[in-house]
């Protein structure tokens, strides 16, 4: 069976070749600007309010453009980027520690197994700087040292500390600040804010993304919205598991409908399963908690040395105790990468040397950061996390130590873009988690927060007015065909969901989905089990739409209907993700193939056959997928075999 067919290759055409220290400023330089009077008379639609869709359209608003700005959320404020715990990296070298531009690059590149853009990741780097700048200025009160300077933590897959952070809090804090720059350009006029509305389309217009559908959440009316650019801030897609530590909304909608309106989608199989989040306790929850990896920092993973140790951990003496991140990862010990982290609790776990009901888990403990540091210095540090853990799980962590397991948290997959962040369809660009762009196959951890800020803030701001200098494009109305077809598209779709009236409940279906996910393209991939993955997801997308139960009106506030449209198009992805997988027989960062691997169980790459971006292109409902390969150089770090030893 065809599962794809292969179609010609991509290339980003819109990055500057030369030093790549300069690239960026080149690229500034060459892009068209368009006057300050001009800039009033181009609109540009902003979908997400989070930190990248947020920092974007107060960036856009400030230079002049008229926004229109959308959330699904009743606030921009309650953008899922508001749960964001640990940090955000900068090249500050405030500690001295031999931190640098490149170094951050490096990391980045490596930490990403080599599957990431060089040019993107440095300019990310070097942008990295102004963003805490641009922070400090808003009043971001990120956690200073005793003499005032802004104090810096380590994440994963680092040897420097680089990580800004207020607390356990940091995308609140950052996400208010974003939020303060859009109201002060709401109430200035310059951004129209419209929450609690979904986009459900694109609208493409002679090759350009000329404006969305939107249905208003609470009223069910259904409207066309125009601009001269639209950008995509949607987040990224990992309640596609069902259980994720995303927040419930997150979904995938807005950018595969543009996928199915012609822009690429890259890397879909490439998803961050996080190694410290609360193990599951049942199958009544509906999401899963993280444990920021700031925590290690302090806290030492450890399991029993023998398999089936059911003791309390207090009983458990240190020479029974196998400390096994310390142990494999000398050098990095508790903060190798998330993929690595994860894939060790998983084989510890699969040794029966795993903690808590069904074993599947690890614990975290912070005896020896106690007993170091003191009670107090540890609560200043990371006292938020510690009492949500305590509520959620009951046990007082200062005393126990925590319980912890992988779980899915990120994806670093999502739309294709170039250089200027504009996807294949011209005029749609992709900013934050929803785009593909800076972390290759594994992202290392405090650097979301950094990509989709630089995205917003310095990136887009720059980029995208080479597009709009050769607007305003001609005035639409909703009578135009194209128009018209993309509002009936969307209209038609909610009447099919409703028409159904089935007897299984939308969340049923997303659940069985989500275990298919988990169990086949989830911490280890095979062949055999992906292959199978496609046919259960194709058996259960057609059940889906025999069998699902929305009830309610179109017309009115219906979350049901709103959750069954976005796990109809989770179903979509669901088989693209799988394909993805498939078709990259080799391990690398987050996607670990159980056929490729090294002597001693690490991901084992094959550059000289998967060095590219898989860039897939939507070829019709029913038809296989094409892959387009945009082919991946290194010139300034030269991938290896990734080791953390
Ligand atoms: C628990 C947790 C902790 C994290 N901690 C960190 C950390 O410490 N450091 C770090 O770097 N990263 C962290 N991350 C990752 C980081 O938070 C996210 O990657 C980042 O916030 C995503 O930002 P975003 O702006 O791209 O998307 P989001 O914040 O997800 O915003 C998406 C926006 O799009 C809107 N939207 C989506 N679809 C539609 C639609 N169809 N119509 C209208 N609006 C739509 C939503 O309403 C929302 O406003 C964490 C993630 C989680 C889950």
């Known amino acids: 069976m065809n599962y794809w067919s292969e179609g010609d290759p991509i290339a980003d055409t819109a990055a500057p070749d030369g030093p790549i220290e300069t690239r960026w400023e080149r690229r500034q330089f060459a892009a068209k600007l368009v006057n300050p009077a001009n800039r009033r008379k181009l609109t540009v639609i902003v979908v997400g309010t989070g930190l990248a869709g947020g920092s974007a359209a107060a960036t856009l608003a400030e230079a002049g453009y008229k926004v229109r700005s959308y959330c699904y959320q009743d606030s921009p404020r309650r953008a899922h980027s508001i749960a964001a715990q640990g940090g955000i990296n900068a090249a500050k070298n405030y500690r001295n520690d031999g931190d640098s531009v490149y170094r951050l690059f490096y990391d980045t590149v490596k930490g990403g197994d080599f599957r990431a853009r060089e040019s993107n990741v440095y300019r990310l780097a070097q942008v990295s700087v102004n963003i805490i700048d641009q922070c400090v200025a808003q009043g971001v009160p990120f956690a200073r040292e005793y003499g005032g300077l802004l104090d810096n933590r380590s994440f994963g897959g680092t040897q420097v500390s680089r990580t800004f952070y207020a607390r356990g809090q940091t995308g609140q804090q950052l996400l208010l600040g974003a939020y303060q720059a859009l109201e002060r350009q709401v109430a200035l006029g310059n951004v129209e804010m419209h929450t609690r509305h979904e986009m459900l389309e694109l ?8 404006g969305i559908v939107v249905r208003d959440l609470v009223t069910g009316e259904i409207s066309t919205e125009f601009a001269d650019a639209v950008v995509l801030a949607s987040g990224g897609y990992g309640n596609v598991f069902f259980l994720s530590t995303n927040a419930k909304g997150c979904n995938v909608t807005a950018s595969w409908r543009a996928h199915r309106k012609g822009a ?3 890397n879909p199989c490439y998803t961050q ?4 989040c609360i193990p599951e306790s049942g199958t009544h929850q509906s999401k899963l908690t993280l444990m920021s990896e700031s925590l290690r920092n302090d806290g030492r993973v450890w399991v029993p040395v023998r398999a089936g140790d059911d003791r309390v951990p207090a009983d458990i003496p240190e020479d029974e105790r196998d400390y096994y991140l310390e142990r494999i990862y000398p050098s990095f010990g508790n903060l190798v990468p998330r993929d690595i982290a994860s894939r060790a609790a998983k084989n510890v776990c699969d040794e029966g040397r795993g903690v808590g009901p069904g074993g599947l888990g690890v614990y975290l403990d912070f005896a020896d950061a106690i007993a170091r540091l003191g009670r107090d210095a540890v609560e200043a540090k990371y006292g938020n996390l510690f009492e949500m853990y305590e509520r959620i799980t009951g046990d007082d962590p200062y005393i126990t130590p925590m319980r912890i397991y992988p779980a899915v948290h990120y994806t670093m997959g999502g739309l294709w873009v170039d250089y200027d962040l504009q996807s294949t369809i011209p005029g749609l660009f992709v ?6 762009s800076d972390h290759g196959a594994n992202r290392l951890g405090a650097s979301a927060l950094m990509q989709g800020l630089a995205d917003g803030y310095f990136v887009l701001p720059n980029t995208i007015n080479d597009y709009l200098a050769s607007g305003p494009f001609p005035a639409l109305s909703a009578s135009h065909p194209d128009v018209a ?31 298919i996910m988990w169990e086949y393209c989830g911490m280890e991939r095979t062949e055999e089990g992906l292959t199978k993955a496609i046919s259960l997801i194709r058996s259960l997308r057609e059940e889906f739409w025999t069998r699902v139960k929305v009830p309610g009106t179109g017309e009115t506030l219906n979350q049901n209907l709103e959750r069954a449209g976005r796990v109809a198009d989770f179903f979509e992805l669901a088989e693209l993700m799988c394909v993805d997988a498939l078709h990259r027989a080799e391990s690398c960062g987050g996607h670990f193939r159980a056929e490729s691997q090294t002597p001693d169980g690490e991901a084992l790459r094959h550059d000289d056959e998967f060095s590219y971006v898989a860039a897939w292109q939507f070829a019709g409902t029913g038809e296989p997928p094409v892959l387009r390969r945009e082919t991946l150089d290194f010139e300034y770090v030269h991938p290896s075999q990734r080791s953390y030893k």
């Open 431 to 436: 900013v934050g988690e929803a785009n593909f």
């Open 264 to 266: 690429l989608f890259a």
């Open 485 to 515: 077809a993309a509002r009936a598209a969307v209209s038609e779709r909610i009447s099919a969901l409703l028409a159904v009236d089935g007897d299984r409940t939308v969340d049923s279906f997303h659940r069985e989905l989500g275990h």
């Open 203 to 210: 609208i493409v217009v002679d090759g350009k993304a000329r």
């Open 273 to 276: 399963i996080h190694p410290t």
